[in-house]
């Protein structure tokens, strides 16, 4: 039985503005509004992918204080145009998934608005396996960012990671999850590779 399901994708941006145009373009789409995560120093725009799925372009956030610790998706150290940066598998049981996935950090709890969750942090704020790995989370309740968000029919149709050494990146889904979107392929760089069904037609992320 999977441990994880996919939950969203992180667009990380050096400004929020900047970041939430380049998907706009990319995707030919509008972002809806997010909101601030004081707790890591960062705020997001988001994008539907479904009824429970979502797209979150995020950056550190000026307005507020440094959190005291490293920010999650790598932010510190982000530079360069937006980019795909992560992707975030959600769980009903955070303790046993960070156990089957060392390196995935310990949980902090989250709130924004009504919204609770809790995810898994890593200390450097680096993801385990040269990033590809997925940032994982366990939503409290009921309430989920996706059912909030204008549906602009956007869905993800594949989800490519890019590893040096492809086999652990299988291994690792072969023990966590099964979703026939998620695919691995060779590569001299780890990185992310989605294509998104939009209303213009497939749209790549990388």
């Not at 909101?35 to 000026?62: C, F, K």
């Not at 769980?91 to 960070?98: G, H, K």
Request: overall charge negative; aromatic content about 4%; some cysteine.
């Amino acid at each position: 039985m999977s441990l994880l399901r996919l939950d969203h994708l992180a667009v990380a941006a050096m400004t929020l503005d900047d970041g939430a145009a380049a998907v706009e373009v990319a995707l030919g789409v509008p972002l809806a509004p997010g909101g601030h995560h004081p707790a890591m120093g960062t705020h997001n725009r988001l994008l539907s992918l479904g009824s429970d799925e979502y797209l979150e372009v995020i950056a550190i956030d000026p307005a507020t204080p440094p959190p005291g610790r490293a920010r999650w998706f790598g932010l510190d150290d982000f530079s360069g145009p937006p980019r795909l940066v992560s992707w975030v598998a959600r769980c009903n049981d955070l303790e046993a998934a960070t156990a089957a996935l060392p390196g995935s950090g310990a949980p902090i709890a989250l709130a924004r608005g009504d919204l609770r969750w809790q995810m898994a942090v890593p200390k450097d704020g680096r993801l385990p396996l040269d990033g590809v790995a997925p940032a994982l989370i366990q939503w409290e309740g009921v309430a989920h960012p996706a059912a909030r968000l204008p549906d602009q029919g956007c869905r993800l149709i594949a989800l490519r990671i890019r590893h040096p050494d492809p086999q652990r990146i299988e291994v690792m889904l072969e023990n966590l999850m099964f979703d026939s979107r998620i695919t691995v392929e060779r590569s001299t760089r780890p990185g992310l590779h989605a294509t998104i069904q939009t209303p213009q037609g497939p749209r790549v992320l990388e």
